[in-house]
């Protein structure tokens, strides 16, 4: 593995009430790496550190940034960070390098959407395009790290997954390394290899996206990367018929609700949420009750139909 | 007249000032509000104009005025009060502009959604005198504690901070011969009354200072708040009372500093041959700006330190603030009892007294300016512009220096103007503190003044209030050329 981008050693920063970060230590490596963690976890704190924003109260933050692009860092803080007297056009070319073509700029709005906009200044943008433009200002300024604080924050849904493929195909253009924090699990899972999961300030969990998603330690991290099964050795021999040394995590698409007349297990409820389904189930047998989370092929559980409950694809993702 | 109907004839006056203020400052701020960006910034740059205009040019410019009303002293009352009321409307508009508050306008209007739920306005009110326990619900949501945590705070913030500008004003009432606490203190003092009996005639003054600040303190500090408050929404104001409120802006303009400033050009024009005369005061002009920047710097300097306090520590720089709060008379004859104690009246007669009082003074402008260029610096901009500055090629560097210039630079540098401005166009602590080889400008056009209008003193004003803005100009001219 190559040298860190950052090393955090006991990193806390103070907050009102309680610490906003609090003993962080961990190391940055070079690639993508998330900052995952509800509201109010610390995920902006980190990245504020990160950048120099701010200052660790306790702890050191050691900067390990190669040198070897025009800028160590740039960013894309939460708020935009836009220069309100500058139009959409101008923020990029400020920070273009010299050596950028001159037409980077108007592409880079346009693959953002934003060519329209090019003359606008911020206070004339939508909420939306002024995250849109913060983004195309980081990807226009060649740094070797780009930090990106919830970047497509209030973007329609549907057009996220466009504008990632513009960020992912930028970072692979110049070789920057990116860390972004987000709230959102499928955007850790299409985006990252690395992840930072933040709870209350606290480090829950830091390591690849692969094993946090098919390896959790425990509930608290399964839950990180969205909604699964926990399940202790008894609960797994109970229900899935499989002998568990500890207990872990099945994820919605490695559980199969099947229908099985002589099955002792009875549907009590069954909620369709599209790719994922909520079922509550009774085990006749021994009178206990249960909610399972699993990929439904269609909406076809109903109360009073008798399931078999099966493991599908195993802890690498692959079918068993 | 006696100190006690002064001091009664300066309460009722700076209550009424206040008053109007705030009432005018409600006005203008929702006038402004209504009005597209790039109007309401040319708006909001005529209304504070006048505040800024120094008050020994308007005092000067009327002076005429108001010795031909001498034989009908309500009269000249009414156009003291109504000079200072143009004055300090700004301030009031500006404290109800930015004062925090605890609430934001959505919360406040949430609240007054369930108008209906809580009764009419006077039942909503009565809970505040029937229910005991603080806990009540109906208590918390009373109207009278809602309004004193949203709008009501700014509005007692800002009639505390006029009332106290007004009732310590001293050049202006000197000038326009008007009977005031202030002018009998001053020159009282000036014909050589014991400091011990000023201090005894300034005492009510101060006293009442101090409970005024007290209140606005108390005001301010004991509620929770959200921090700076931003740009309102727009108003619905009417077009015929957006038009008054535009008059009024355009009157006082005309009144506070046009007029003033076209007296003094016009004599001027009159005096130019004169102009190498002047010449004969630049000692004093030379006085006058090295008083200027030192306390500038001194209070600038403060500030800096103070914004980066928290608890206790912040606690002492708000104590700090007091005595400049009081007013220039009050805090002169205070410092020149200090400087007569044992142990410092070694610096008696020599510039520090001064440079201490004029620090003190301005200490509490720098702080609240400090505290708006920070709030409303855009810090995530700031340091995203700083980023790059860090960057090995130097386009982008150069490009990271300008915007931070343009975000925090300007600001900063024009908060150090105005506090030199203040501290360069300071009388009353200066005609108090100055030392006897070192008296300013402003003391000797002061006492120039006394003997009416001539065109030689005119260009003497000319030249004495071009200088903060000759030498504002030089300054930028130089760092034009050093950044190349």
Not at chain 1, 235 to 241: T, Y
Not at chain 2, 284 to 309: D, K, P, Q, T
Not at chain 2, 358 to 383: D, I, N
Request: aromatic content about 8%; glycine content about 8%.
């Amino acid at each position: 593995m190559s040298s860190p981008l950052w090393k955090l050693d006991n990193a806390s920063l103070a907050g009102s009430g309680m610490p906003r970060l609090d003993g962080v230590s961990l190391e940055i490596q070079p690639g993508v790496t998330a900052v995952l963690g509800c509201s109010g976890a610390g995920k902006t704190s980190l990245l504020n550190l990160l950048v120099g924003y701010e200052r660790p109260d306790e702890g050191n933050v050691v900067s390990q940034v190669p040198r070897n692009h025009a800028l160590p860092v740039y960013w894309v803080p939460q708020g935009g960070g836009l220069w309100p007297h500058l139009t959409a056009e101008e923020h990029l070319r400020l920070v273009m390098s010299p050596k950028a073509e001159r037409g980077g700029a108007l592409s880079m709005l346009d693959s953002l959407d934003l060519v329209e906009k090019a003359t606008s200044r911020p206070d004339e943008l939508s909420a939306g395009e002024r995250a849109r433009l913060s983004v195309a200002r980081a990807l226009m300024a060649d740094a070797a790290v780009l930090v990106m604080d919830e970047p497509f924050a209030n973007v329609d849904l549907a057009r996220i997954g466009r504008y990632w493929a513009v960020v992912r195909r930028r970072i692979a253009e110049t070789g920057a390394s990116l860390v972004f924090a987000t709230h959102a699990p499928e955007a850790v899972l299409a985006e990252a290899e690395r992840v930072v999961c933040l709870s209350e300030g606290r480090l829950l969990y830091e390591g690849t996206v692969a094993d946090l998603y098919w390896r959790p330690r425990t509930r608290e991290e399964a839950d990180c990367l969205g909604e699964s099964n926990w399940l202790s050795p008894d609960e797994a021999r109970l229900w899935l018929g499989r002998e568990e040394d500890a207990p872990r995590c099945f994820r919605p698409e490695q559980v199969e609700v099947a229908p099985a007349d002589a099955s002792s297990i009875v549907v009590q409820s069954s909620r369709f949420k599209g790719s994922v389904a909520e079922v509550e189930v009774l085990h006749e047998g021994v009178g206990k009750r249960r909610r399972f989370v699993h990929r439904p092929v269609a909406d076809g559980l109903k109360a009073g139909m008798r399931v078999v409950l099966r493991v599908l694809v195993g802890e690498d993702g692959r079918c068993q | 007249m006696t100190l006690g109907q002064d001091y009664a004839c300066a309460l009722a006056r700076a209550f009424g000032i206040a008053a109007g203020a705030v009432l005018m400052g409600v006005a203008v701020r929702a006038a402004i509000a209504s009005c597209p960006r790039r109007l309401a910034r040319l708006l909001w740059l005529v209304h504070i104009v006048p505040f800024l205009t120094p008050v020994l040019l308007v005092g000067y410019a009327w002076s005429r005025y108001a010795s031909s009303l001498i034989h009908y002293p309500a009269w000249n009352q009414a156009l003291y009060t109504l000079l200072v009321w143009l004055r300090l409307t700004p301030v009031a508009t500006l404290i109800l502009h930015f004062a925090p508050s605890a609430m934001s306008p959505e919360a406040t209007w949430c609240h007054k959604l369930l108008g209906k739920r809580m009764g009419g306005c006077v039942d909503g009110w009565m809970n505040v005198g029937e229910r005991q326990s603080s806990n009540h619900p109906f208590l918390q949501s009373s109207p009278l504690l809602f309004w004193l945590h949203s709008s009501g705070r700014a509005f007692a913030v800002a009639f505390v901070v006029v009332f106290l500008l007004a009732f310590g004003e001293f050049e202006m009432a000197s000038l326009l011969c008007i009977p005031s606490w202030t002018v009998t203190l001053f020159d009282a003092q000036a014909g050589g009354l014991a400091l011990g009996e000023s201090l005894r005639m300034a005492a009510p003054g101060l006293l009442i200072g101090v409970a005024l600040l007290g209140l606005g303190l108390w005001l301010l500090f004991t509620a929770p708040t959200r921090g700076i408050r931003p740009a309102p929404a727009r108003s619905a104001m009417g077009r015929a009372a957006r038009s008054l409120v535009g008059l009024y802006l355009l009157a006082a303009l005309a009144v506070a500093t046009l007029l003033p400033a076209w007296l003094v050009l016009e004599g001027a024009a009159r005096g130019l041959g004169l102009l190498p005369e002047t010449l004969a005061l630049a000692k004093e002009v030379m006085a006058s700006v090295v008083f200027g920047l030192a306390a500038a710097a001194c209070a600038y300097w403060l500030s800096v330190i103070g914004c980066r306090l928290s608890g206790c520590r912040c606690a002492i720089a708000a104590a700090l603030c007091i005595p400049g709060l009081l007013g220039a008379l009050v805090l002169a004859l205070l410092i020149l009892a200090l400087f007569q104690l044992p142990g410092l009246r070694a610096a008696y007669d020599t510039p520090i007294p001064l440079v201490v009082a004029l620090t003190l003074l301005l200490l509490p402008f720098a702080l609240v300016l400090r505290m708006l260029v920070s709030a409303l610096r855009p810090g995530e901009a700031s340091h995203a512009a700083r980023l790059l500055t860090a960057s090995s090629e130097s386009k982008l560097a150069r490009g990271g220096r300008r915007v931070l210039w343009h975000l925090e630079g300007q600001g900063k540098l024009a908060v150090a103007f105005l506090l030199f401005c203040w501290g360069y166009f300071d009388l009353t602590a200066s005609a108090i503190l100055a030392p006897s080889q070192m008296a300013p400008v402003i003391y000797r056009l002061y006492n120039f003044m006394h003997y009416g209008q001539t065109a030689a003193l005119s260009t003497m004003v000319l030249v004495c209030f071009a200088v903060p803005f000759l030498l504002c100009g030089l300054f930028f001219a130089s760092f034009r050329v050093l950044r190349g």
